[in-house]
């Protein structure tokens, strides 16, 4: 099998997206109008015909080439209709390292690359299934979880949809703490585009704010798409954390899809008290692997 590397100018990216929609695999971060918000420029690795296809984030450094896995984008790796069998993942493997003097990628879970000659990192998400009703759901919940839902109710959090894309922004950028690193200007215009979902097909977003005696005080932000919710944002500013907030939006989030064939995708966490939190709503964990390839010099720093 033929594996080519694409500039971003030379993918079709209607057949790519094509490609994208109907593999099995298929995850919100790998269509082209998402890589186009948070890794301009994106190149590819594409096998005849788009069967296979697979999204490399990258930039120049010095004279070397560096692939690295974007902010707001949990998985990417090869997606495909049919099977993604090891020869195939070490088809594409070889040409990324052929081509990339550092690599540092997140590959999606259904990609096995046990045994494989290359370094790994493991990572976990959590991941719950909706299609129960609402108080089977509920039941998977644990002690922990369940005292504080009640303490929610005692401090008598109101859950809102009524908020405004802007609304949400401006709550989220004075309350983030760059909590997921530093995030810089760019990174807010990425955020404000991702959210902006309404133009896009089979896509939609969900905003969702906790309000006490009406303050604001937790918001959180999903990508809905026809088999699956991505939690895609959450934050809550001190009177947030004081009342359990964001506990309530998730719970609120459950009820509203529970009984749909869909999955609850929580993005993580490899944060224990995160994932803690996670595996409190009766989510399982679910693994990926991030593939990582440095032929870069002796003490260079990527």
Known sequence: MKIDLLRNSQIDKYRWDKTLKASYNS????FSWYLDIVAPGWSALVSKNYQFIMPVPFKR???FKIALQPYFAQQLGIFSTKKITQ???NLFFERLSASFSYVELNMNKVMITEGLPYTFRKNVTFELDLIQPYEGLKQQYNDNT???LKKCEKNNIYISEQFSQKQF???FKENIDNQLGLLEKKDYKKIAKIIKLHKFPLFSSLIIFA????????AAFFIKTPDRIFYMFGVSNKLGKETLAMFQIIDYVIRKFSKKNMILDFEGSNIENIARMYKGFGAKPSSYDTLIINHLPFLFLK
């Open 146 to 148: 369940k005292r504080n």
């Open 211 to 218: 309000q006490v005696n009406g303050t604001v005080c937790a």
């Open 169 to 171: 922004l401006n709550f």
């Open 61 to 63: 450094k010095i004279f």
């Open 87 to 89: 020869d195939i993942i």
């Open 27 to 30: 995850m919100v971060y790998g």
